[in-house]
């Protein structure tokens, strides 16, 4: 009658007739009284949202003090049920570390035993018990849903300790249960998500877990191929900063091998890769192609808003965000797509609520944190986005991002000591994200550290030609490039840049007003009065253009002059170079108060604007203006 009622009862529940099962569950239990039997009907209570009558089921007979997996549910529906204090009283504060495995230790094992067992039959012995498997072997075998429940355990504590901010104990809980059980991913995917480690931290702590520990019983062949199919599969979630030739192989391997390539995880890693590599196009036809099949796939729709943010797609998000409130407005990401479109269209306060609703609803949610705290930087609001992009570090301290926007905010404020610190800061963490590399090099700019900012610069181009990045990412970077190269008298190359850039098709007085401070430098009056002419047919009104055409005009009046006089006058001439290089001058030290006023005045302006993402990606190098309105 018990195992009719138990195949009764798992039908019921494989149907969702949880009805059934509870009425069949009881029955069951009365019969036998067992532990096991009283553990699955509080299952289903669970299943069901009654989370105080499962507690009160495992509460019988002490199950939560005697059964490992009934303390994982009794503490699980504490959690569920907002008691974080008697979900931590049930689970107990520390971790069974006696549980983790090293590397490869499962694997040596059982090849030991293999070869034991091999040596008695070649001596004609057939192999006791003891012979052929260890007692602790034999012991961890019947407790492995035990141990099981020991990751899991491992794992409420860190949700636990992270609802009460203490990220710290959240992380080595996380870490504990992977180590404890790999296959707990749950805890690998909190660890990730929540960015608590740094994209170095995190390859180390995939080569510290033990995948040979994933057993597939009575086939050693193929307990390999799923331990380094899992190991593959993990691979695709780290961070894609540091490792790319790695990053491709997994997703290679996978797609070749088993056939995912259409698999809307390993589409997110790839979308992820391509977005943090500034292919913003490729990044959206990716994500594109999940939402065609899975339209409500929350997990890829933050990087889908974020290449729409960047590629200006203001009627795709306007559909999309609308779309969302109107089917999922409980989600997160519903108001993320609101505050993100309307950060888009310049609606900064419309924005900001949005985005702080988003963080309200899930305060783990990254991607809200940052766009509300763009919304203060877009406005000019520094000591306000500074604040928010301090509580962004706390809650992300494996992520570089807030690190780097707190010091642009430092340097859009003139503090390059403290910019200066929240860059390295974020160099420690990342040092292989261009638009990082791009803001060091500004700061070493206004330092006069003109070489050091050259080499930051040409490293960001490096690396982002490398990663294949658009090409209109590559231009701020080129600009300041530029600006360093003029600073630094490589006058040459300096106007090979600023050529290069408007070849891009790029319409900016500042670029054009450069290029002519460069050919006037030269001595190329007339191509700078060209070039000067072509800033203010793109902006009438510019004061800087105004005024360098102005002086060209008297430079290029005054060469004239000279040339028509009589040439044997060497003294005249001599002193004609005198006054030329000292209108140079003078026209050097105008350009530097006029860019510095213009930085004032429109420091929330376009500068600002290209700056700043919706989302925690760094490889928006459209944003990264941070040399060419000072010159």
Aim: charged residues 25%; proline residues 3%.
């Amino acid at each position: 009658m018990d195992k009719f009622l138990r195949e009764w009862r798992q039908d019921a529940v494989n149907k969702h007739q949880y009805e059934t099962a509870i009425f069949v569950a009881d029955k069951l239990l009365a019969l036998t009284g067992d532990d096991q039997d009283s553990f699955y009907l509080a299952q289903i209570h669970f299943n069901t949202g009654n989370y105080n009558r499962a507690q009160s089921f495992l509460a019988r007979g002490n199950l939560t003090d005697r059964n490992p997996q009934c303390r994982y549910l009794a503490a699980h529906c504490a959690i569920k049920l907002g008691k974080t204090e008697e979900a931590l009283a049930i689970l107990g504060d520390k971790n069974p570390t006696h549980l983790i495995t090293a590397p490869g230790s499962a694997r040596q094992k059982l090849r030991h035993v293999d070869v034991n067992t091999r040596a008695g039959a070649r001596h004609g012995k057939h192999g006791s018990r003891s012979e052929r498997v260890p007692t602790s072997e034999e012991r961890d075998r019947e407790d492995v849903n035990n141990i099981k429940s020991e990751a899991g355990m491992c794992y409420l504590r860190g949700l636990c300790y992270a609802k009460q901010n203490a990220f710290d104990r959240a992380k080595e809980c996380y870490k504990t249960a992977c180590q404890i059980d790999v296959q707990c991913f749950e805890a690998f995917d909190a660890l990730m998500t929540n960015s608590l480690m740094s994209p170095t931290e995190e390859w180390k702590f995939l080569d510290s877990l033990n995948f040979d520990a994933i057993n597939v019983p009575n086939n050693p062949s193929l307990s390999q191929e799923a331990a380094q199919f899992t190991k593959t599969l993990y691979t695709t979630r780290l961070s894609k900063y540091s490792r790319p030739t790695e990053f491709e192989e997994a997703v290679e391997q996978l797609t070749t091998h088993y056939k995912l390539a259409d698999n809307p995880d390993i589409i997110l890693a790839r979308a992820d890769q391509r977005y943090t590599s500034c292919r913003f196009r490729e990044a959206l036809e990716l994500t594109s192609s999940v939402l065609k099949e899975d339209k409500y796939n929350f997990a890829i729709l933050p990087v889908h808003l974020a290449a729409l943010y960047e590629l200006k797609e203001r009627n795709v998000l306007f559909l999309l965000a609308h779309e969302l409130t109107d089917t999922h407005p409980s989600e997160p990401c519903t108001w993320h797509a609101v505050g993100i479109y309307y950060l888009a269209t310049h609606r900064i306060a419309e924005a900001r609520r949005y985005f702080s609703k988003a963080s309200v609803m899930d305060p783990h949610f990254g991607p809200a944190w940052i766009g509300f705290a763009h919304t203060f930087a877009e406005e000019g609001e520094h000591d306000q986005a500074i604040s928010a992009y301090s509580t962004a570090a706390r809650l992300f301290q494996g992520t570089h991002l807030p690190q780097l926007f707190l010091g642009m905010q430092n340097l859009q404020l003139n503090n390059m000591v403290l910019a200066h610190e929240y860059l390295d800061t974020a160099y420690q963490l990342c040092p292989t994200d261009p638009l990082l590399l791009n803001e060091m090099g500004a700061v070493y700019y206004h330092e006069g550290h003109l070489m050091e900012a050259i080499s930051m610069f040409r490293r960001a181009l490096g690396i982002s030609e490398q990663n294949n990045a658009d090409i209109a990412s590559l231009i701020p970077i080129r600009t300041n490039l530029g600006h360093a190269l003029r600073r630094d008298g490589q006058l040459e190359e300096a106007l090979q840049t600023f050529e290069d850039v408007l070849r891009h098709g790029v319409k900016d007085a500042s670029v054009f007003s450069a290029k002519g401070l460069v050919l006037l430098e030269l001595g190329r009056t007339w191509d700078a009065v060209t070039a000067f002419h072509e800033a203010l047919a793109v902006a009438p009104q510019d004061p800087m253009a105004t005024d360098l055409l102005n002086r060209a005009l008297e430079t290029n009046e005054d060469d004239a002059s000279f040339a028509g006089a009589d040439k044997t006058i060497g003294t005249e001439q001599s002193l004609g170079e005198e006054d030329s290089d000292e209108e140079i001058e003078e026209v050097e030290r105008l350009l530097g108060g006029r860019l510095r006023e213009i930085q004032q005045n429109k420091v929330a302006g376009r500068s600002r604007r290209r700056r700043n993402v919706p989302l925690d990606d760094p490889s928006a190098l459209e944003e990264s203006m941070a040399v060419d309105s000072d010159g």
